[in-house]
């Protein structure tokens, strides 16, 4: 009997891996026909095998950890099955952007992707589930399709490895070989690099109300004016700071148009605009759309808008 280091290529992990571990498993096979020259390829799928076997013949354990183990806080949430995790339609989720909210967390955790016919795709970590999924949506649309998450808050690095490892061995022990993502050599779900944020309009360089030279309602109407498509939020585009200004972003790129933000709460820059900009609305409250000079509505108005497809339509006229 011998004990093999394997290479593991079986899979592309998004986080750093070892570059080997050993698989208790191998140990046990008879081995008279293994030599120094096997290939990669032979030891590969003996590796999956193996995987596949011990994943489903250990007793009292989902899963077969290669290495490492989670705090106590977070064993219980790691050893979580792939299985076991609801499956998210993207679909229906992009257009109910509270329903993505809900569904997929911004925060720490592992999440597959499948297409669909229900296909898993691709098994994936991040720090923000939800940033990466929303990335990968836009660009293979066709591919993701649904998605599984298992969220970890405060998990570190060591942590969502192994439940990355976890979730990787149900894939290869329902589908008998690794999601076509993770191949070795795969890219393709590799997270592009987003452009750099629009940053948004500021009405003064930073003195506050001393930069004022006009009224504030002055230069509100001038702005208005010469802005086709314009957004008074409360925060910034990355950081808006109540649901309904968050859900007239999403609205604003669904709709795929350019538009300009103000936000209302920076005091710095825009002193004043908070209350200035519903004394020319005539409308008590924030966020507020403006469309070449016209005032189309609040949060609500622009969702009754943008549900029945009157917002796109309008704003891309």
Request: charged share 20%; net charge neutral; with cysteine.
């Amino acid at each position: 009997m011998i004990r093999l280091n394997v290479p593991v290529m079986f899979a592309t992990s998004p986080l750093f891996m070892k570059p080997h571990y050993r698989c208790p498993t191998l140990s046990r096979i008879p081995s008279p026909k293994l030599t120094p020259r096997i290939s990669q390829f032979v030891v590969e799928r003996i590796f999956i095998c193996s995987v596949a076997a011990t994943t489903t013949h250990r007793l009292g354990v989902n899963r077969l950890f290669l290495c490492g183990s989670s705090s106590s806080d977070h064993s219980s949430t790691v050893s979580q099955s792939m299985t076991d995790r609801p499956l998210v339609n993207l679909q229906d989720a992009i257009d109910n952007p509270t329903q993505l909210l809900s569904a997929i967390p911004n925060s720490p955790g592992v999440y597959a992707i499948y297409d669909s016919k229900n296909i898993l795709q691709y098994i994936g970590i991040s720090r923000k589930v939800a940033t990466s999924v929303a990335a990968h949506v836009e660009d293979l649309p066709e591919l993701a399709c649904g998605v599984k998450v298992l969220e970890i808050p405060g998990g570190n690095k060591e942590i969502l490895q192994e439940a990355w490892k976890g979730w990787m061995q149900d894939a290869v022990a329902d589908l008998g070989s690794v999601p076509s993502g993770n191949k070795p050599g795969e890219r393709l779900w590799l997270v592009r690099k987003r452009k750099p944020v629009k940053p948004e309009l500021k009405l003064t360089p930073g003195k506050g109300i001393e930069d004022l030279t006009v009224s504030i309602e002055s230069l509100l109407e001038t702005m208005i004016q010469e802005v086709k498509v314009l957004a008074f939020i409360k925060g910034t585009r990355t950081g808006p700071e109540c649901s309904f200004s968050h859900n007239l972003l999403v609205m604003l790129n669904e709709c795929g148009v350019e538009y300009e933000l103000v936000n209302v709460m920076d005091e710095k820059h825009n002193p004043g605009v908070r209350e200035a900009i519903k004394i020319i609305s005539d409308w008590p409250t924030t966020p507020q759309l403006y469309y070449k000079g016209e005032f189309l509505g609040g949060a609500e108005i622009v969702e009754e808008m943008f549900n029945s497809g009157e917002l796109k339509e309008k704003l891309s006229s």
